[in-house]
């Protein structure tokens, strides 16, 4: 596991987790200088210089926690697979999103995380910049969005509905 793997898939999201059970304040994801000691004190180290903490509104616009709707963070350079580029928490949805590398594959992936999960939500084809990742999480074909998911997610169901009945045909 690489520092920034611990960062991005450990550390945030058991925050996060800490603070949707109330046990830390919301502000807690956004002390950046805070996030790196809570590092330090686990003999992690990352690039500071390339690691920011931003809050936006609905309209992807910078923002206060009070009126903040994300929490986005821009990650240091990937230096291997699955690191991220960003992480966003959506506030009111009380979700993490990563948009990370798979360079083995060709593409970007976006993940869900939790504790102790980390999961694919839909591969995309090209690089994106945070706030074209916001907005895309908003899609209407996205996690985030209205009520679709990815059309290779679909398909995989399928697959998966298909394969199981006619095993259980069989």
């Not at 690489?2 to 925050?15: D, Q, S, V």
């Not at 919301?26 to 950046?32: A, E, G, I, K, M």
């Not at 509104?57 to 994300?70: A, P």
Request: with cysteine; charged share 20%.
């Amino acid at each position: 596991m690489t520092n920034n793997y611990f960062l991005e898939y450990r550390l945030i999201p058991g925050l996060f987790d800490q603070v949707k059970t109330g046990k830390n304040p919301l502000q807690s994801l956004v002390d950046s200088r805070w996030i790196i000691a809570c590092l330090s004190s686990n003999n992690i180290e990352i690039d500071t210089e390339r690691f920011s903490i931003d809050i936006y509104d609905e309209s992807y616009n910078k923002s206060t926690l009070e009126k903040g709707k994300y929490i986005a963070y821009t990650f240091p350079e990937i230096t291997s697979v699955p690191e991220a580029k960003y992480g966003v928490i959506d506030i009111e949805a009380k979700k993490y999103y990563t948009f990370e590398s798979d360079f083995s594959k060709g593409c970007w992936v976006i993940g869900n995380q939790e504790v102790g999960s980390h999961a694919l939500v839909e591969m995309v084809q090209k690089d994106m910049s945070l706030e074209e990742f916001m907005r895309y999480l908003n899609q209407p074909k996205t996690p985030l969005g209205v009520n679709k998911r990815s059309g290779c997610l679909s398909v995989i169901v399928f697959i998966i509905t298909v394969v199981g009945s006619l095993a259980f045909v069989i």
